[in-house]
């Protein structure tokens, strides 16, 4: 199941409403994670279940969708989350992640 | 606090072969699915492998038939036992511990920091 993640990277102010799309080449239900990652940092888990916020990710990030498109929204941008986000899809092996979008400051 | 510990990584020639380890510790281990995530510095994430808790196991197909995961309940560790290494084989070799799964998993709750391992002549 290949995942296509847009944009590869976007650019956005602190305070601003950011949108990540993930599609999936085929159905996937609601199997799909999504991980921020640091750089030279391990991925940290932000949503399971394509909408369920992991314990302690603050509530500014919210997922939806199910079967092929889902979304990342990230509220209000602050200046830690300029980083690297991926989506991971878990509906089957080989389990397969998206390219990753990067969040730039503008 | 869960921490997941990964060792093992080298330098090593193509072919050689290299063992990494992820040492386990916070939970009950053998309740738990492990797996294998690696990724090129500056690249994107790939999936290697996944090992259950009754131990049935998962690849990639660009890894199948030269590495293979294991795990030792006793030892709260899992292994990753790599031959044939190539130079498409170097990156940071990250273990990641499954979150709820029914059967299916709710993505990768805890990551270790990675160890390195390069494939070069």
């Known amino acids: 199941i290949q995942l296509t993640q847009s944009p590869s990277s976007l650019s956005a102010s602190v305070g601003d409403r950011v949108t990540i799309t993930c599609r999936a080449s085929?159905?996937?239900?609601?199997?799909l994670a999504w991980y921020q990652q640091r750089p030279g940092k391990a991925p940290k888990l932000l949503i399971y279940?394509?909408?369920t916020l992991e314990s302690g990710v603050p509530s500014r990030f919210s997922g939806s969708g199910s079967g092929t498109d889902f979304t990342l929204t990230i509220s209000s941008l602050q200046p830690e989350d300029f980083v690297t986000y991926f989506c991971q899809q878990l509906q089957a092996f080989p389990l397969t992640f998206g390219g990753g979008t990067k969040v730039q400051i503008k | 606090e869960v921490q997941l510990l990964e060792s093992g990584g080298a330098l090593v020639q193509p072919g050689e072969s290299l063992r990494l380890s992820c040492a386990v510790s916070g939970l009950k281990f053998s309740k738990y699915v492990f797996n294998w995530v690696r990724q090129v510095p500056g690249k994107g994430l790939e999936w290697v492998s996944t090992i259950g808790t009754n131990g049935d196991t998962y690849y990639n197909d660009s890894v199948k038939g030269r590495l293979t995961i294991s795990r030792d309940d006793s030892k709260s560790t899992v292994y990753l036992q790599m031959n044939s290494l190539s130079a498409e084989d170097t990156a940071v070799y990250h273990c990641a511990k499954s979150g709820y799964c029914s059967p299916k998993c709710d993505g990768l709750d805890v990551w270790g920091q990675g160890t390195m391992v390069t494939v070069s002549s």
């Open positions: 279940a394509a909408s």
């Open positions: 085929q159905g996937i239900s609601s199997h």
